[in-house]
């Protein structure tokens, strides 16, 4: 077959991947360079994260041996314990916060206390059963907790009411601690990196952009090209002028797609509520940092405007070379500008100046009650018409790489 994929980012590189040994594969990408959300830049000698820190990890065995397939784990990647922290009340204390609770005082301990009690004793349903996110917030870490920091920092991220986001969206995404194991951990006081799954694998050189360069190898890859218009003359689809393609694989954003079809299916499909799928932006902004060895720092409290601190400077050395201080990215949810975020900055720990920022439009999906029945009755109209989605904001789904990369497993076998 001869297959387009709109969209370089993860999921559009793996998907060519996995089929181009036996198709015919044209990307096409409408920035002048592949990667979405995953590229890198160097600024002034440093590797910037233009989104987030990413990292990489999978619970799933094929996912792991077919991404290794791709990469030398020894030679070219470096394994990194976890090592987070939570900013609160300018102290930094450990993550989770629920395993910290001795550093409160008296009244807040015994408060948090009391409603973990509780909750062990009277509620026993499943986290899905949970009629919303807030309900199953409060109900299963305490109003203390939640008021604390469940709310603030969840409220920060998502900027959304979270009454509204339902249960699904947090399926194998969370850990779901229980009493007992909150009580020994705040005895026996672990640190995170003795835990399950407290490691990620880090490129040695040129962060996630390593990634995605060695994916995009020997691809036939269009850049500068968007995709507004996608016409089928004789079952075939022609693509940025170019005919003769069978099927095509969407990694773009699903909510402009219908208005690219040119009535192939727009009647067929609920275009309008497509449009009311919510998403949020991030702004990061490089710094240099003092020394330290975390690798992720929350910040909850409502007093500052940034979420979170990640330390890439310490996931591989090669990310501050030639720089005497440390790197690091803070993160700040939706449109923030330059001026905001560098008086923001003075209100963290490590004294930190700024290098470089960067805004992306498009980073947080938000799945509300009926995201994913809307999705899957698209994808059905779509794959009658040999056009499939893929990706996190094609499928509208907070997927981290691993998770794209197992999702195009799944659609290439389906195809
Ligand atoms: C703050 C943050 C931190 C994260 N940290 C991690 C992490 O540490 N580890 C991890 O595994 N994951 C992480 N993720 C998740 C990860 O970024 C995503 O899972 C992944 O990058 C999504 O890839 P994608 O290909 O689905 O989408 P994208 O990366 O968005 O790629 C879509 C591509 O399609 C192109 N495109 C869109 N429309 C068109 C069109 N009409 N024509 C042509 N091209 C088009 C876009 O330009 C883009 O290049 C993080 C995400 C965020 C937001």
């Known amino acids: 077959m001869k297959i387009a994929i709109i969209g370089t980012g993860i999921s559009g590189l793996s998907m060519a991947n996995l089929l181009k040994?036996?198709?015919?594969?044209?990307?096409?990408?409408?920035?002048?360079?592949?990667?979405?959300?995953?590229?890198?830049?160097?600024?002034?000698?440093?590797?910037?994260?233009?989104?987030?820190g990413h990292v990489f990890n999978s619970r799933n065995q094929d996912v792991l041996e077919w991404f290794w397939s791709h990469f030398n784990r020894d030679e070219e990647f470096i394994k990194v314990k976890r090592n987070s922290k939570?900013?609160?009340?300018?102290?930094?204390?450990?993550?989770?916060?629920?395993?910290?609770?001795?550093?409160?005082?008296?009244?807040?301990?015994?408060?948090?206390v009391k409603e973990l009690t509780e909750h062990e004793e009277n509620d026993k349903i499943s986290p899905f059963e949970y009629p919303n996110f807030e309900e199953f917030l409060k109900s299963n870490f305490g109003e203390t907790l939640y008021n604390l920091y469940f709310k603030p920092y969840n409220n920060k991220i998502w900027r959304t009411d979270l009454s509204t986001v339902p249960m699904q969206w947090l399926e194998g995404k969370l850990p779901m601690p229980n009493f007992q194991e909150i009580m020994v951990s705040n005895i026996v006081r672990e640190e995170e990196d003795?835990?399950?799954?407290?490691?990620?694998?880090?490129p040695k050189k040129g962060g996630s952009q390593f990634i995605v360069d060695r994916l995009a190898q020997g691809l036939d890859i269009r850049t500068s090209k968007e995709i507004d218009r996608i016409v089928k003359e004789n079952g075939k689809y022609t693509v940025d002028g170019e005919s003769g393609f069978d099927k095509i694989v969407f990694c773009g954003d699903v909510r402009k797609m219908p208005d690219y079809m040119e009535n192939i299916v727009s009647q067929k499909i609920d275009i309008?509520?497509?449009?009311?799928?919510?998403?949020?932006?991030?702004?990061?902004?490089?710094?240099?940092?003092?020394?330290?060895d975390y690798s992720w720092l929350y910040i909850p409290e409502e007093s500052?405007?940034?979420?979170?601190?990640?330390?890439?400077?310490?996931?591989?050395?090669?990310?501050?070379?030639?720089?005497?201080?440390?790197?690091c990215v803070v993160e700040f949810s939706g449109k923030t500008d330059y001026e905001d975020m560098v008086q923001e900055i003075k209100k963290l720990p490590g004294n930190l100046s700024p290098i470089h920022y960067n805004y992306e439009p498009n980073s947080y999906v938000i799945q509300s009650f009926d995201t994913?029945?809307?999705?899957?009755?698209?994808?059905?109209?779509?794959?009658?018409?040999?056009?499939?989605?893929?990706?996190?904001?094609?499928?509208?789904?907070?997927?981290?790489?691993?998770?794209?990369?197992?999702s195009a497993m799944y659609l290439s076998e389906k195809m």
């Open 304 to 327: 500052t405007r940034a979420h979170r601190i990640i330390y890439t400077g310490n996931f591989a050395p090669s990310n501050n070379e030639n720089r005497k201080r440390k790197t």
């Open 194 to 202: 003795t835990m399950v799954h407290s490691s990620f694998f880090y």
């Open 21 to 52: 040994d036996n198709h015919k594969v044209v990307l096409f990408e409408k920035q002048d360079r592949y990667g979405g959300l995953v590229k890198c830049d160097i600024v002034d000698s440093v590797l910037f994260h233009k989104v987030g």
């Open 372 to 406: 994913k029945e809307l999705i899957l009755e698209t994808k059905d109209i779509l794959e009658e018409e040999n056009i499939y989605l893929l990706g996190r904001f094609a499928e509208w789904e907070y997927y981290n790489m691993d998770k794209c990369i197992e």
């Open 86 to 112: 939570i900013f609160f009340q300018n102290k930094i204390i450990g993550y989770p916060i629920e395993n910290y609770i001795y550093n409160f005082d008296k009244e807040t301990v015994t408060s948090i």
């Open 272 to 292: 309008s509520r497509l449009k009311t799928l919510r998403s949020n932006g991030t702004s990061n902004l490089l710094c240099e940092t003092d020394e330290n």
